[in-house]
């Protein structure tokens, strides 16, 4: 079975500062990987996926994560942190089979000024 | 382009009454269907899926049920609800069963009991 695991329930950057927020997965086969933002009481929103191709992936607002089998990882990377990316950021496992995505915990981002 | 509907937005209901949350589905046909729970600090929380009109699976037996009437209609029910049933409730759709693809989200119910 698929897991996801984010470490650091908060994560709090200055603004411009670089934002790095990290999920580990566990799966048996080749995962698919997905990062979503929340922002409060708001439905998710996706940022990027992984699905198989190129291993670093761009996604929305200036996000991008890079898949690292190595390492389980599928880190969620922003260069310079916007007050507008304060938000909780959820990351998400699937087998790519007729399996639900499993959901981590989440990840608050706050940006300070 | 296809869009989500989830209503209401905010409710607030006394324990031991009966929940029905709607979610429906525009611009597609046969969509998956689920029903999230999220609870403070504890993620999303997959409740039911639906991969066509009266087929329900349920992945955590609790005080809910839900129902497909309609190809692109998803109710969220119970008949008398518990102070546990408190939390934020997301609708999603995808249009391949599981994780292949991305799911797509309602804006959530906030259901507060009281």
């Known amino acids: 079975a698929q897991s996801v695991t984010q470490l650091g329930s908060h994560v709090s950057v200055s603004e411009g500062a670089l934002v790095l927020l990290r999920c580990n997965y566990s799966?048996?086969?080749?995962?698919?990987l997905f990062w979503y933002v929340q922002y409060p009481n708001q439905g998710l929103q996706l940022l990027l996926k992984y699905t198989s191709a190129a291993t670093l992936v761009k996604g929305i607002n200036g996000f991008e994560a890079e898949f690292k089998k190595s390492e389980t990882s599928f880190h969620l990377t922003k260069p310079s942190a916007h007050m507008s990316d304060a938000a909780e950021y959820f990351c998400a496992v699937s087998d790519g089979g007729f399996q639900k995505l499993v959901f981590g915990t989440g990840t608050r981002l706050l940006v300070s000024p | 382009s296809q869009t989500i509907h989830q209503w209401p937005a905010t409710l607030v209901q006394p324990v031991g009454s009966p929940l029905s949350l709607e979610c429906t589905v525009e611009g597609t046909s046969n969509p998956n269907l689920y029903w999230y729970r999220q609870a403070a600090g504890r993620g999303l929380q997959l409740l039911f899926y639906?991969?066509?009109?009266?087929?329900i699976s349920s992945e955590v037996p609790q005080n809910l049920s839900a129902s497909r009437p309609q190809d692109r209609q998803f109710i969220l029910s119970s008949k008398k609800l518990l102070l546990s049933d408190s939390g934020f409730y997301l609708c999603?759709?995808?249009?391949?069963?599981?994780?292949?693809?991305?799911?797509?989200f309602g804006q959530g119910t906030r259901l507060t009991v009281v």
């Open positions: 999603a759709w995808s249009d391949v069963p599981g994780g292949r693809t991305e799911a797509f």
């Open positions: 639906s991969v066509g009109i009266g087929q």
């Open positions: 799966s048996s086969v080749p995962p698919y």
